[in-house]
Structures are given as C-alpha cells and as structure tokens.
C-alpha cells in the first residue's frame, strides 16, 4: 500500500505544478512533453490524477 501511497503522492504534485504553469503562464507541461505521443496518454495521465487525488482525500478522512 505504501507503493500506492507514493505513487499518488507524485501524481498530485505533477497535477498541481501542471495547473500552476497553466494558471501563471499558459504551459501545459504534461500536454508539452507527453503530446507527441498522442492525445490518449495525456488524457491517462490527467484521469491518473485525478483518482490519485480522490483516493489521498479518501484516505486522509479514513474511508479506505
């Protein structure tokens, strides 16, 4: 599970630097390095965040 842990962890600091480089100065980094390689692995990534986040608010309020 600690794997898992810190495998979120890094997910949800990629999410947040991403959306403060859109928010201050309109990169998307993910969409910078990952775009070549197509428009479904970015679309991966940003779905791998998002349940990283929804699983750490679960675990931080102890519903896993």
Do not use: C, E, Q, R
């Amino acid at each position: 599970m600690k794997n898992l842990d810190m495998l979120a962890w890094w997910l949800i600091i990629v999410g947040a630097v991403n959306w403060g480089l859109v928010g201050a100065f309109d990169i998307n980094l993910v969409t910078m390095i990952i775009g070549p390689l197509g428009t479904t692995i970015v679309k991966l990534v940003y779905i791998l965040v998002g349940l990283s986040g929804v699983y750490t608010l679960l675990k931080h309020f102890k519903m896993m």
